[in-house]
């Protein structure tokens, strides 16, 4: 572990946490949880999307970091309401920190950190498809 880490006043650095979006796809049945996301409001989503009126036999839903528990629950309500079958990857992604200072005798630094990461894809089964 890097010491320098243990030496940061956060009186003397404003942090900015920045993702690669070029990571992230941007498909229409792609679903991202955050900590801040509306769980009911998330999940109304999903149900669009693969309900009768959408054009979609599967939806993922991705998460990271702290949202990966509000994404598995999301990932399981939303089985539990229409039966879908679910399949899950797991996997790490390294995200930078961008350390600006907030005094002027200091140096902007980054840091770089790895974050886990999840996604479910929900898919319907092949009888309820068809019958769409």
């Not at 993702?19 to 992230?24: A, H, T």
């Not at 498909?27 to 949880?33: A, E, G, P, S």
């Not at 996301?37 to 999903?46: G, I, M, V």
């Amino acid at each position: 572990m890097n010491e320098e880490k243990f030496h940061r006043d956060p009186e003397e650095y404003a942090i900015f946490k920045r993702l690669n979006n070029k990571q992230f796809s941007k498909r229409q049945n792609d679903i991202y949880v955050t900590r801040k996301t509306n769980f009911k409001a998330q999940l109304e989503r999903c149900i669009k999307l693969i309900s009768s009126n959408g054009n979609y036999r599967e939806i993922f839903i991705h998460g990271m970091g702290s949202a990966l528990q509000r994404t598995i629950n999301l990932g399981l309500q939303f089985q539990l309401k229409t039966n879908c079958q679910l399949h899950t990857t797991i996997a790490s992604i390294e995200v930078t920190d961008h350390l600006m200072p907030l005094l002027d005798d200091l140096e902007p630094m980054s840091d770089t950190r790895w974050v886990s990461t999840i996604c479910i894809t929900c898919t319907l089964p092949t009888i309820l498809t068809e019958m769409k």
